[in-house]
Nanobody, 130 residues
Framework: EVQLVESGGGLVQAGGSLRLSCAAS????????IGWFRQAPGKERKGVAC????????YYPNSVKWRFTISGDNDKNTVYLQMNDLKPEDTGVYYC???????????????????????WGQGTQVTVSS
């Protein structure tokens, strides 16, 4: 059974930090990129970070660059999202997802296309108060 289990969400003040975890099981971890997405209330889900576990390459949108860091532990099949200098606009449900690595080329061009993702976790709530 495929599982992606997020943890680490919570309530934090603006300027604070949180570290999210995504534990994966039931599929070949290094055949998939792992992405983190955020869904704010009433808004579409948007990608905030993605990692290719085969080479460690990472991808971020400008809105979180230099504040968010994605990393992976291939031995534990776990991906982390370190979020620093959090802002109220970072509030939302954070989901991790897995997308099959393309046979050619880097994952970057599809990293944030959520409709291509094969598996999703249940999400973890992050609330940033002002």
């Amino acid at each position: 059974e495929v599982q992606l289990v997020e943890s680490g969400g919570g309530l934090v003040q603006a300027g604070g930090s949180l570290r999210l975890s995504c534990a994966a099981s039931g599929f070949t971890f290094d055949a998939y990129a792992i992405g983190w997405f955020r869904q704010a209330p009433g808004k579409e889900r948007k990608g905030v970070a993605c990692i290719d576990p085969t080479d460690g390459s990472t991808y971020y949108p400008n809105s979180v660059k230099w504040r968010f860091t994605i990393s992976g532990d291939n031995d534990k099949n776990t991906v982390y999202l370190q979020m620093n200098d959090l802002k109220p606009e970072d509030t939302g449900v954070y989901y991790c997802g897995a997308v099959k690595l393309p046979s050619r080329g880097p994952i970057g061009r599809i990293a944030f296309l959520d409709y291509l993702y094969d598996y999703w976790g249940q999400g973890t709530q992050v609330t940033v108060s002002s």
